[in-house]
């Protein structure tokens, strides 16, 4: 499966509610190996370079299919927001989060109103620099594998027997629930 390509970056965080990587994800929960591509900008306003997804891309996916992958995992593929001849490579790196604090912006909204903003506005500058973010912000091509299962499983285990086991349940065994495959 090939998704995309995306207007626009799915970094860090962008994975989590971008029907790009969805799509992709879709195609690795049924066993078929599946890659999101996205064309990172900066603003709204600048210029989209598709040719440097159409420079890199087939390289991409030419190495992407020479590896064997593990069941459930995906490609995430963005393309920096220059031009194909100032590209600086293809990076593997992990997801990424961007760095962020809470602020208080006096603004206007959309409809010109004067606003008060309170949140956390995150910046695309990353955490970590070897992450999704950090190879893109060099002008690198940046490939990450990612999985569909979120489970904290360090968490999971320190909440083992935290709730009390429920009266005369019966053991669980893989099979169907209300009639569905599970």
């Known amino acids: 499966v090939l998704s995309g390509v995306n ?7 962008d994975v989590l509610y971008s029907g790009t990587v969805a799509a992709a994800m879709e195609g690795a929960m049924l066993g078929i190996p599946a890659i999101a591509f996205s064309q990172v900008r ?5 210029k989209l370079h598709w040719e440097t997804a159409a420079a890199f891309g087939p390289e991409v996916v030419r190495k992407l299919v020479s590896i064997a992958w593990p ?5 995430s593929v963005n393309f920096p927001p220059v031009p194909p001849k100032d590209v600086t490579g293809i990076e593997v790196g992990r997801q990424g ?12 909204d959309p409809f010109e109103r004067e606003v ?8 695309d500058e ?15 091509v ?13 968490m999971l285990r320190r909440m083992d027997g935290l709730f009390p086991k429920p009266k005369n349940a019966p ?10 495959p599970r």
């Open 7 to 13: 207007r626009g970056a799915n970094l860090g965080e």
């Open 42 to 46: 900066v603003r709204a306003k600048d």
């Open 71 to 75: 069941k459930g995992v995906l490609m």
């Open 97 to 108: 989060r961007r760095m962020s604090k809470v602020e208080v912006v006096h603004a206007r």
């Open 116 to 123: 008060t903003w309170i949140g956390d506005f995150p910046t």
């Open 126 to 140: 990353p955490e970590h620099p070897e992450t999704d973010l950090g190879i893109v912000m060099t002008k690198a």
């Open 142 to 154: 940046s490939v990450t594998p990612l999985h569909f299962d979120l489970t904290h499983n360090a």
């Open 171 to 180: 053991k669980k065994k893989p099979g169907k629930v209300d009639g569905l």
